[in-house]
């Protein structure tokens, strides 16, 4: 590459946990530079969270749980050798797993059929917590792709 890496931004983190992956999460919630809604939309699943688990857990150990949960470890990548595509399993870089994880619990959470996003992103949450949900079947979905084709992965590049 000819051009020097790209600095990495400082994300300054959220005001209720004081957690710099809340700020990252509530970034990509965020549509049309919404922040302080995005914002509003999280802090109102983690109530509803909190509520429908008790006071046994923290809320936010919930959610890193249930982010931890539909976070990937693999994944399969296309690769064209010889006139056939073959898909490749490979491992993913830390940043890139999280980033899937929060983009696959806020997409599946959007496509969910309740009233608000709030209450969707906790119902995706609490799904996610338990190991079920769409978005934790996702992640069961690349990694039973990534199995099967574990015998290509000597093309890895």
């Given at each position: 590459m000819r051009k020097a890496k790209p600095k990495k931004r400082i994300i300054l983190p959220d005001?209720?946990?004081?957690?710099?992956?809340?700020?990252?999460?509530?970034?990509?919630?965020?549509?049309?530079?919404?922040?302080?809604?995005?914002?509003?939309?999280?802090?109102?699943?983690?109530?509803?969270?909190?509520?429908?688990?008790?006071?046994?857990?923290?809320?936010?150990?919930?959610?890193?749980?249930?982010?931890?949960?539909?976070t990937p470890s693999v994944e399969v990548r296309s690769r064209r050798i010889?006139?056939?595509t073959f898909q490749i399993p490979s491992e993913i870089r830390p940043a890139r797993k999280q980033s899937i994880g929060m983009k696959n619990l806020i997409g599946f959470a959007r496509k969910r059929h309740e009233k608000t996003m709030g209450q969707k992103l906790a119902g995706e949450i609490l799904a996610a917590y338990r190991e079920e949900g769409a978005a934790f079947k996702k992640k069961e979905d690349t990694h039973r792709m990534a199995e099967a084709n574990k015998a290509f992965s000597h093309f890895r590049f």
């Open positions: 005001p209720r946990y004081n957690d710099v992956l809340v700020t990252k999460f509530v970034n990509n919630i965020m549509l049309e530079g919404k922040k302080s809604l995005a914002f509003k939309i999280f802090y109102d699943a983690m109530d509803i969270v909190a509520s429908k688990i008790g006071e046994e857990e923290n809320a936010l150990d919930v959610w890193k749980k249930a982010l931890a949960n539909v010889g006139g056939a």
